[in-house]
């Protein structure tokens, strides 16, 4: 079973400077997807990044980039020039892909960091 | 893009009772659906997941008579939550996953939250 850990339960940061959430996961599969999504107070989940573990460079959306480090098996997200409407619950998500990569395993969230970006 | 719609957005309902709640993928055929329970400010639990025209498959834990899947279209899946306590009360998203050529997509609903009085 895979576990996803995120040891940041609250973070602050000012209107236009640089904040890291942190995500481990412990996983024994091969081939997998990870995700960070955003929750606004709205709750509607949003998709903000996504990297192919098979992949070693790191993926980056706009502001957003990740610092993935599979051997350590670490998944951080950085969120550059941040923005008021950056305030949300932030998930890190493990997705098992299986051989051939036609065959998706269920979503698996970590706990989720609550941030705040401040004016 | 994908859209993923629910139905109600918010619903009250004596204690006692059953409820209903409507996951829609408006654009596009869902080859499965997922059905999720948040409480405040805590993560998403899986309660089950769902493929068009057969039995859903739920999470350990989660009593299978007592929240009922259906999935008649691969564009509508419907959760009952039959003989409501208001230990039920919660937010409810579902969410919605299609082939893209190269890789599965999934996309969420805006969740529903019901409250058993």
């Known amino acids: 079973a895979q576990t996803v850990t995120q040891s940041q339960p609250e973070m602050s940061v000012q209107e236009a400077e640089t904040v890291t959430l942190s995500c481990t996961y412990d996983t024994s599969e091969s081939n997998y997807y990870l995700f960070w999504y955003k929750q606004p107070p709205s709750r509607q989940m949003i998709l903000v990044i996504r990297q192919e573990a098979y992949k070693q460079q790191n993926a980056t959306e706009n502001r957003f980039s990740v610092n993935f480090q599979k051997a350590a098996k670490s998944f951080s997200l950085k969120i550059s020039d941040s923005q008021l409407g950056d305030t949300a619950m932030y998930f890190c998500a493990f997705m098992r892909v299986g051989a051939g990569g036609t065959s998706y395993g269920k979503l698996t969230f970590g706990q989720g960091t609550i941030l705040t970006v401040h004016p | 893009g994908a859209v993923v719609s629910q139905h109600p957005s918010r619903v009250i309902c004596k204690s006692g009772t059953s409820v209903k709640i409507e996951c829609r993928s408006l654009?596009?055929?869902?080859?499965?659906m997922f059905w999720y329970r948040q409480f405040p400010k805590k993560s998403l639990m899986l309660m089950a997941t769902s493929n068009e025209g057969s039995k859903a498959t739920y999470e350990q834990g989660v009593e299978k008579d007592k929240f009922l899947i259906n999935h008649a279209s691969l564009t509508l899946s419907t959760l009952t939550v039959t003989s409501a306590h208001p230990e039920d009360s919660s937010f409810y998203i579902c969410?919605?996953?299609?082939?893209?050529?190269?890789?599965?997509?999934?996309?969420f609903g805006p969740g529903t939250r019901l409250t058993v009085t």
């Open positions: 654009d596009f055929q869902a080859t499965t």
């Open positions: 969410s919605a996953r299609v082939w893209r050529g190269s890789s599965y997509e999934q996309y």
